[in-house]
């Protein structure tokens, strides 16, 4: 019944996807309006199919009907309601059950957006290529990966989801956002597609786009955010980020795509880097693809290979298709794509976004080939290995550096051409708030010059955008008459985007301030106890109380009981675990951690209690790991405000000059910073 | 004439730093490359002392605590190696467990083991490792 309302969804929506397609390319044909208007229709039912087939999952996951393999796999009677829940993106073939219903969410909210303009050829490509992305994955369910598999004699009980699936409640919240993240990339890329093919670059199609892109850019940021938090509350390894190959295929989508979000702008305000931003949305939509396919086929072992399937080759002639048919509409397209804009001067804000643009395109390359590489050296020399951290790391963080050091440069200089005169009055005093930390810095004792500068150069930005906000609304106050909340409130709502971005940098200085302390004052030590004994590590006392043994249906886990001290005050018991899940061998670590604003202290069991009573736990002094996490409610805050409409206000003429206005650089008499993106 | 010198000096200088750059990203990735090897093909490339990863179950019977953490004898069913943990080995570390050890050859011909990975979710396990059932003794 469930399989088979299952089964009836999954069928549904690749007909309508199927359909839709034939009806579009009909009416594009014939130039038959009629047929451009029905054929958008097929977008809701490819949007209703998706519920239909993921409500049948979750019926079925909710009802414990083992009679479907998905469920007698990823789902047990003893699996907590939560994780019955998140059951549904547990393995492959779900997952791909939710890539379809949230493609199906962005294909139909696009699809209202542009009711009015259904007619329009352009409106119609991008419908046509949306709906075939969809047409795959219903494709893929219907074949290699279908979730409604039944089994001839059900089990009584089901395996239940993978042991570090159903350890934390991160795990409802990481892969949907994520997939809100990757799957959003359909959208712009359907429009730069269609606009390929239709020979249409005027800029509408960007602006038009760019909720979506931004709404997508958002989720994925918060997702990959979300992740690394889980990493390191369950994972127990001490760390968030280990350049694990899958962690690394949805961050190489995030740097194309936040690359496309700065380089958009300069084509927007002056017609340039055409061919460059159409590169970047397609390659970004690739990258997604590879994501799916490095984490669901199983050609690198990682932590998220949970599943090893017949899906790879699929995934990889999509794949192929999908890049060979973004270079070949490219360079069919390459004359027409010809920019009537030049950066005039190397000193603006254009041609900072130019060398933003080339460092986020580096820095993807970088982690691009250090992913991929063993898989090419397997594929061609037939040797197994590995690329270690050290290379991401020594790679990325001078790339990473210069990008902070273009964050905070790039948004005070102005189109065009800077004059040093107006240099000076923007840069001079977050560059004094920059040295002055570095310099706090060395007196407190950091060494290590990447910290330093890591420091220095979030002070430096961090001084730069609270001047501009400052400035601004001090202009807005003066001309208004407002109060400072009043002012600052009109200021962001005139211009969202321009300060939601800024109040991004600041989430992204809190990450860069994070990573650069992380990497520098973690201390980390193994020690032996036994019980009532201690042990300090860093001015933290840990001793050992006692242990516990606790069963549940679920699992059973031994914890022991650790209680720091910390300069003479009681910081609380901690209990860090293990548990082992029925139907596996392995023990699965929980760490335990006390969060603090400046240091974390993370304790995990190492080994229980041998025979001696004697147990190894991991102490970890992680520094300023929260702000990772703060860092990321900054984004997400920042996105909402970069997403909220602009508020215009009919009273009075802005008194300030707005983003519209093409004059070159203000008269020197006003101050200028408001002129933004 | 100045502009076309000039763009002339700023095409030359990206290329520059193009090659650096890609000279830089050859020269740290080759340094941070780790075989994968089994215990066999360990056993026959013993000359090579740099660091990488060997594969295979653990022989029963072998383990011996020392101070500064664990030694043992790892096998593949084909050829077998002395490895000498330094650190405490994981939970899961016993008699026939499927391990892989990052480390390298000593002079003496012990291998030099700083981490043990096991089968594990978060860590990394050649396919190798699976297939030698024929590895208890």
Redesign the interface.
């Known amino acids: 019944m469930k399989a088979s309302l299952g089964i009836l969804g999954v069928a549904l929506g690749a007909s309508s996807a199927g359909l839709g397609i034939c009806v579009l390319a009909r009416g594009l044909w014939k130039h038959e309006d009629r047929w451009l208007i029905v054929g958008r229709r097929f977008v809701f039912g490819v949007l209703g199919a998706a519920i239909v087939a993921v409500a049948a999952m979750e019926w079925a996951l909710l009802t414990h009907d083992f009679s479907l393999q998905y469920v007698a796999e990823n789902n047990a009677r003893g699996t907590p309601l939560l994780f019955t829940i998140t059951g549904l993106w547990a393995n492959l073939e779900g997952s791909i059950l939710l890539w379809v219903l949230v493609l199906g969410g962005f294909l139909a909210f696009t699809a209202h957006k542009f009711r009015h303009r259904a007619t329009d050829p352009l409106v119609a490509w991008a419908n046509i290529v949306g709906l075939a992305v969809a047409l795959f994955f219903f494709a893929l369910m219907l074949g290699p990966a279908n979730p409604f598999r039944t089994l001839s004699s059900p089990p009584l009980d089901g395996s239940g989801p993978?042991?570090?699936l159903q350890d934390h409640p991160l795990m409802a919240f990481h892969p949907p956002l994520l997939y809100l993240g990757l799957v959003g990339f359909t959208i712009p890329f359907a429009f730069a597609v269609a606009a390929l093919i239709t020979g249409r670059f005027g800029e509408g199609w960007l602006a038009d786009t760019r909720k979506a892109t931004l709404i997508a850019w958002g989720c994925l940021t918060i997702g990959i955010i979300l992740g690394a938090w889980w990493s390191y509350e369950v994972?127990g390894?001490g760390g968030f980020w280990?350049w694990d190959p899958v962690e690394n295929a949805a961050l190489l989508p995030w740097l194309t795509a936040t690359a496309f979000l700065h380089s958009v702008i300069v084509q927007e305000r002056r017609g340039m880097l055409r061919v460059w931003n159409l590169s970047l949305i397609l390659s970004t939509f690739c990258l997604t693809i590879l994501a799916t396919f490095l984490t669901r086929s199983g050609v690198l072992?990682?932590?998220h290979s949970f599943t090893v399937s017949d899906i790879g080759p699929w995934l990889l002639v999509f794949l192929g298709v999908v890049a060979a048919a973004s270079i070949g509409l490219i360079f069919w397209r390459g004359d027409r794509l010809r920019s009537p804009g030049k950066i005039d001067t190397p000193v603006s804000r254009e041609s900072a976004f130019l060398v933003n643009n080339l460092l986020f395109a580096?820095l993807a390359f970088?982690v691009l080939?250090?992913t991929v590489?063993p898989l090419l050296a397997e594929a061609l020399q037939g040797?197994?290995?590995?690329?270690?951290?050290?290379?991401f790391n020594?790679?990325t963080t001078p790339i990473a550096l210069l990008l902070l050091f273009m964050m905070a440069i790039a948004p005070a200089l102005p189109w065009r051409a800077a004059t040093a005169d107006v240099l000076r009055r923007r840069l001079l005093l977050p560059a004094y708030a920059g040295g002055a930390t570095m310099l706090i810095a060395l007196a407190l004792g950091t060494r290590g010059i990447t910290t330093v500068l890591a420091f220095g150069l979030g002070a430096f930005a961090l001084g730069g955008i609270v001047r501009q906000f400052a400035v601004g609304a001090r202009a807005r106050r003066r001309a208004e008459g407002e109060g400072w909340p009043t002012a600052t409130r009109h200021m962001i709502g005139a211009n969202p985007r321009l300060y939601g971005g800024l109040v991004v940098h600041v989430g992204i200085v809190c990450i860069a301030v994070a990573l650069a302390s992380f990497s520098a004052f973690t201390v980390r030590r193994?020690v032996?106890l036994a019980r009532g004994g201690s042990a300090t590590v860093s001015g933290y006392t840990i001793t050992y109380l006692g242990n516990k043994t606790t069963s549940s249906a679920q699992k059973r886990s031994v914890s022991v009981e650790l209680q720091i001290h910390h300069g003479g005050s009681d910081l609380g018991v901690y209990a860090p675990a293990?548990s082992t899940f029925p139907g596996t061998s392995?023990?699965?670590?929980t760490p335990s951690v006390r969060t603090g604003l400046l240091r974390d202290v993370y304790l995990t069991?190492?080994?229980?209690p041998n025979q001696k009573g004697r147990i190894?736990i991991g102490v970890d002094i992680n520094a300023m790991v929260v702000w990772l996490w703060i860092g990321g409610f900054v984004i997400a805050l920042g996105t909402l405000l970069a997403l909220s409409p602009r508020v215009r206000r009919r009273v009075r003429p802005e008194p300030a000059p707005l983003a519209d206005t093409p004059t070159p650089e203000p008269p020197p008499t006003r101050e200028p910073e408001v002129v933004g993106v | 004439m100045r502009n076309r010198r000039r763009r002339t000096y700023i095409a030359v200088g990206m290329c520059v730093g193009a090659v650096i750059a890609i000279v830089a990203l050859i020269v740290v990735l080759s340094q941070n490359i780790q075989y994968f090897r089994t215990v066999s093909e360990a056993v026959a490339n013993r000359h090579d002392t740099s660091q990488f990863r060997m594969a295979g179950a653990v022989v029963n019977g072998s383990v011996k605590p020392t101070t500064a953490g664990v030694d043992f004898k790892l096998t593949d069913g084909k050829a077998t190696a002395e490895v000498i943990q330094h650190g405490n080995p994981p939970e899961l570390f016993k008699d026939g467990a499927p391990v892989v050890c990052v480390g390298h050859w000593s002079q003496n011909g012990t291998f030099d083991s700083d981490q043990i990975l096991i089968k594990h979710g978060n860590d990394y396990t050649p396919p190798v490792v699976k297939q030698p059932a024929a590895s208890k003794q």
Do not use: C
């Open positions: 993978n042991a570090l994972l390894w280990a072992n990682s932590v580096g970088v080939l250090g590489f040797k197994q290995l590995s690329v270690g951290e050290p290379y020594r790679m193994e032996s293990i392995d023990g699965i670590g069991l190492v080994s229980s190894t």
